[in-house]
């Protein structure tokens, strides 16, 4: 797993922001920070929680932020639409980025393989890993203050 000062590792996926598109975070490195908000399913409660709480009381003024689960593309689409997210989400499908992160949650007992543990990153403009937040259980959000925080010093 990647910590505070390291490179952050490079992925790729599908992007849903209006279209989808193939995605790599590499080329979205480099003018602002980026948020990586992993999160286990689209449509579930607690990620809904977080994605609505990441539009409504989180400024992205000075970041590029984007959710990315182990939901399919099209699954997204229908997602971001329905919540109204005006930031893009990315389709890890392939476990890609949950593995490269080392965030994959075991879900079996819900029926579903593997999916997104939930968790945080922010990485500076050089590419470094400067935050980094785990759940310590599916039912828990990121403290938003933090993560500002973490945007806000990044950017400096």
Do not use: K
Not at 34 to 55: G, K
Not at 58 to 73: E, H, K, M, N, Y
Not at 77 to 91: H, I, N, S, W
């Amino acid at each position: 797993m990647p910590g505070i000062g390291d490179d952050a590792p490079d992925f790729g996926g599908s992007i849903v922001d209006g279209d989808i598109a193939p995605f790599e975070l590499s080329e979205h490195l480099g003018d602002e920070p980026v948020v990586l908000a992993f999160f286990p399913a689209a449509f579930s409660n607690t990620c809904t929680d977080e994605m609505e709480a990441l539009r409504d009381g989180f400024d992205r003024d000075d970041c590029t932020l984007f959710g990315v689960s182990t939901d399919l593309p099209h699954a997204l689409t229908a997602y971001r639409a329905q919540y109204d997210l005006p930031f893009a989400l990315v389709a890890d499908p392939d476990h890609r980025a949950i593995e490269a992160y080392d965030v994959v949650e075991d879900f079996e007992h819900y029926g579903v393989g593997t999916v997104a543990q939930r968790a945080v990153f922010v990485i500076d403009t050089d590419g470094t890993v400067t935050y980094r937040w785990l759940a310590d259980n599916a039912g828990q959000e990121p403290d938003y203050d933090a993560l500002a925080e973490a945007v806000a010093d990044a950017a400096a």
